[in-house]
């Protein structure tokens, strides 16, 4: 069964009104009759409900005969239109596409995942797993479905064109993921996005190294080169099989380990343990999570901080522990005000 024809359907419907139009002004030239009058003969005389009367003289018989075979075979055809709009449903797809456009716009820091393909659907995944809200934009239709059948928000169209980009809510997104499987595509997504968001996070797939530089260039915040990172998972199988098993379960949501999550924290200078070490805190004993790195706010790492290590304001900690202890440990580095709230 074919898609239902919104464009087709409003051409009948203009045409129909055409017919009326042409026909009342007919009728009220040739009888003389009023235009109410006329606006029923006309009505009637394309509607298949029959004529009261047959009009008086030839020329009205006549325009009454073509009257009836044009209005009555769009008549017919606008009520075939009808039928088929039950049947396709599109009536509630409407209502849906509006409902989903009003709860696009209601989203804040959200993530836009442009291309449903491999990538995309697996990061798709693991936001579902963490219930991080995302939107997926794609103008495949088999990509579209797969994302609709996970109950995705979905846009259906390219996210190289700003309008799309719009309807996903790019204005109050926290990021965007290029994910298209054409390098070219996601080069022009990130230039697109950048221009628009010049904040936004973007981080963009490349399969090889030129394309990397050029998504740098064009202003992803970062890039990941899935052959790339696939090469150095299979060498850490090979090399490290133990520590690839942990980390890979340790690093997806929703693993073999569920009560283990990894967390990035920011350091606010409005926290109560900024200018504080590690052993000021008592971060062990008082959340029961571990920090295992800083990122200080120069871009270096802080690995296996010690004690003494000082949290400063843009320092970025990653944290490791349970669902409950990361609470704890978000808590412990929330904002004075939003602690206090």
């Not at 963009?204 to 052959?227: F, H, I, M, N």
């Not at 400063?312 to 808590?331: C, F, H, P």
Request: aromatic residues 6%; glycine residues 10%.
């Amino acid at each position: 069964m074919g898609a239902f024809s919104w464009r087709s359907f409003v051409y009948a419907l203009v045409a129909f009104f055409v017919v009326l139009a042409i026909g009342t002004v007919g009728f009220q030239v040739i009888l003389g009759e009023g235009w109410v009058a006329s606006i029923y003969r006309s009505v009637v005389s394309t509607t298949l409900t029959g004529l009261d009367t047959r009009p008086e003289g030839t020329g009205a018989q006549l325009f009454t005969i073509l009257l009836l075979v044009g209005g009555v075979a769009i008549f017919l055809y606008l009520a075939g239109a009808i039928v088929d709009l039950i049947a396709h449903g599109a009536i509630s797809e409407v209502y849906a596409e509006r409902r989903m456009r009003r709860t696009i716009e209601k989203l804040r820091g959200h993530t836009i995942i442009c291309g449903f393909g491999r990538v995309g659907r697996r990061v798709a995944a693991e936001f579902l797993a963490t219930g991080a809200p995302f939107v997926v934009v794609d103008h495949n239709p088999e990509s579209v479905a797969a994302a609709e059948a996970l109950g995705s928000l979905v846009i259906e169209g390219d996210g190289t064109h700003d309008e799309d980009l719009t309807r996903a809510g790019i204005a109050h997104a926290k990021a965007l993921v290029a994910s298209a499987d054409s390098d070219e595509s996601n080069l022009f997504i990130t230039l697109s996005a950048r221009a628009m968001r010049p904040d936004l996070v973007i981080v963009a797939r490349a399969s090889v190294d030129a394309t990397a530089r050029k998504l740098l260039l064009a202003g992803a915040s970062q890039v990941v080169q899935p052959y790339t990172t696939a090469g150095l998972q299979i060498a850490n199988v090979v090399l490290k099989p133990q520590v690839a098993a942990f980390l890979d379960i340790a690093t997806t949501a929703g693993g073999e380990i569920p009560d283990l999550r990894f967390e990035e924290i920011v350091v606010s200078a409005k926290c109560e343990p900024c200018g504080k070490s590690i052993k000021d805190l008592r971060i062990r004993d008082a959340t029961g999570a571990m920090v295992v790195a800083i990122r200080k706010h120069d871009g270096t790492f802080d690995v296996t901080p010690s004690p003494d290590a000082v949290f400063e304001a843009g320092d970025v900690l990653i944290g490791v522990g349970t669902r409950d202890e990361i609470a704890e440990l978000e808590e412990l580095f929330a904002p004075r005000e939003a602690a206090v709230g």
